[in-house]
């Protein structure tokens, strides 16, 4: 064993977060944790790490076996630079490292006096002694194979943490986290903010490593590819139910446990029909009987046969009580697109065409000379390396462009562009508005027309008074694609519009884009989501230059993704 589970209940003031929650992990074995976004999913593994405690049950854990948890960067060590601080994982080593530093430039010091310079020596000798016999190279080399993996490795190592993006901080803890070599590893969607080659050397990682994982991911086919099994949070039990195989195994025992309740429940409201049906026949009889004859043997067996009605009334209503009943499957909730569907370019019109187009930051330039032309009817990916300009592309192309821009970019006739960033009520000010103001602030109508339309992308009355900064991610993202179509978008430009995204609610915008025929760039690295919503082209961006490849499985072949 392990980790073993037992009985784990969590409560918050608002109410419980799941209760019951029992499973164990076995030496070496690799899970995947889901359920919808708010279900307990980042709460389970805090609890797991020892960063929050439990209302009740116990978590044990095998003889040797060292947790490691993927957290937030932490604030006091931002100071430190990145090389220091990618293999400052272990504190005596970090010790042993420090000393030969010091040592070292007092014995590089011209003004170090002869005799003293035996004791830098025996100084350093120590401390490079006590760094070998902990393993410090060893260390240090695989430091910089991880580094490399996660896409860290062309960062300046003198570079303080405090400089780096949010994704280079993320990568930055996970790689600290993979060095510590704990046995057990937490991981909260540690495929945020990775490329594609990041995401894949993670997910090779993880297959090959020895130590056992629990991890949360919205990135499908890195379940697939990095875990044997699937624990599930359900939503109304709030408990967990253990599923063998990666995410699509998962899903189609999902839908097959659903077909089989649906089953069950067309049985069960036949048998429920036939006992009202024979009931009332009885019933019936009774009454007629009665109405009919005042011969007191017949009037006698009608009251026996209206006894016999009340009995099986009695046993329905015990039937229907029952534990034994079958609710009635709630059906899945879909999206709807169909107002964008209805003008959509579908002909082969140049929708949107850049020239020579440059954007920089800060006199960084990120692109140069670019050009690009998109016709009615593409759905094209943008893909390419974290930081090479795919956000500034898309925000250009909506004419939204940030930094300095130059070039051309030319929408054709009619084009009306609707784009979804990355992240959505960052604004405070906008933050402050419920869903329903933030919405009825871009679209002119009314509050009815307002609220209808808002509840065929799945946000409804419970949502739609909501602040926009109490919403989840998902919701976040139905409402600003909610608004694109009351717009009459007829260009959609996605920027990883799955990040943060549970499964339910990837499927729900999965399977409207994939009924949408008309023009769509999404930039994304979830490679299930596009090929789902049927991506036939590939726009490259990778150091400056745009290419653009026939599909989605050149792209895979280009940056090494196993064969299926």
């Known amino acids: 064993m392990t980790l073993k589970v037992s009985n784990l209940a969590k409560r918050f003031p608002d109410g419980p977060v799941f ?9 070496g ?79 590089g010091s011209p003004d170090l006096p002869p005799d003293e310079q035996g004791a830098a020596l025996a100084t350093y000798g120590a401390a490079a002694e006590r760094f070998e016999r902990l393993g410090g190279y060893e260390v240090e080399a695989r430091a910089e194979q991880i580094a490399d993996g996660l896409g860290l490795g062309a960062i300046d190592g003198a570079r303080p943490v405090s400089s780096l993006s949010g994704g280079q901080k993320t990568r930055l803890a996970l790689a600290r986290l993979l060095l510590s070599e704990p046995t057990i590893l937490l991981l909260d969607e540690p495929t945020n903010y990775l490329d594609l080659p990041a995401l894949l050397w993670l997910e090779r990682f993880v297959a090959t490593s020895p130590h056992a994982a629990i991890i949360v991911s919205h990135d499908r086919r890195f379940l697939d590819r990095a875990v044997g099994g699937i624990l599930e949070i359900d939503a109304e039990t709030r408990t967990v139910a253990r599923y063998a195989g990666g995410y699509s195994d998962y899903a189609v025992a999902k839908a097959r446990e659903r077909a089989k309740r649906e089953a069950a429940y067309r049985e069960q409201v036949g048998r429920v029909a036939a006992f009202e049906r024979q009931i009332g026949m ?33 046993r329905l209503e015990r039937y229907i009580e029952g534990e034994e009943r079958v609710e009635r499957p709630e059906e899945a909730k879909r999206l709807y697109l169909d107002d964008l569907a209805e003008g959509a370019l579908t002909d082969d019109r140049l929708v949107v065409a850049a020239r020579d187009l440059r954007v920089a930051y800060g006199g960084a330039t990120i692109f140069d000379g670019l050009d690009l032309e998109i016709h009615g009817g593409d759905r094209l990916a943008l893909v390419g390396p974290n930081g090479g300009g795919k956000s500034s592309l898309l925000r250009a192309l909506a004419g939204q462009p940030a930094g300095e821009v130059t070039g051309e970019v030319r929408h054709g006739e009619g084009v009306r562009v609707g784009y979804l960033p990355q992240e959505q009520g960052g604004d405070p000010i906008a933050g402050a508005r419920t869903a329903l103001e933030t919405y009825r602030a871009e679209v002119v109508g009314y509050e009815d027309e307002a609220r209808a339309f808002l509840d065929k992308f799945l946000i409804g009355d419970e949502q739609v008074g909501r602040q926009l900064d109490q919403l989840s991610y998902g919701e976040r993202a139905k409402l600003a694609l909610a608004i694109l179509v009351a717009g009459g978008a007829n260009l959609l430009l996605l920027d990883e519009p799955t990040s943060h995204l549970d499964g339910a609610a990837i499927e729900q915008i999965e399977a409207a884009l994939a009924e949408y025929p008309g023009p769509i ?30 599909s989605l499985e050149e792209y895979e072949r280009m940056v090494g993704v196993p064969a299926k």
């Open 29 to 107: 074995e690799k899970v995947g944790l889901v359920g919808p976004n708010g279900v307990g999913k980042s709460t389970l593994l805090k609890i797991l790490a020892g960063r929050l405690t439990a209302d009740g049950g116990s978590v044990a854990l095998g003889p040797g076996d060292r947790i490691g948890y993927l957290e937030q960067y932490p604030a006091d060590d931002l100071a430190r630079p990145v090389a220091a601080a990618l293999t400052a994982a272990n504190p005596e080593m970090d010790a042993a490292r420090s000393a030969m530093a010091t040592a070292s430039a007092t014995l």
């Open 282 to 314: 009885l019933k019936g009889k009774a009454a007629y009987t009665e109405s009919t004859t005042q011969n007191d043997h017949y009037r006698r067996l009608a009251k026996k046969v209206a006894k016999r009605a009340k009995a099986q009334e009695r």
């Open 19 to 27: 209760g019951g929650v029992s499973f164990v992990l076995n030496p």
């Open 521 to 550: 760039v999404v930039a994304s690295h979830d490679r299930y989501f596009l090929s789902q919503i049927g991506i036939d082209g590939v726009l490259l961006l990778d150091g400056g230059r745009l290419r653009r490849l026939a």
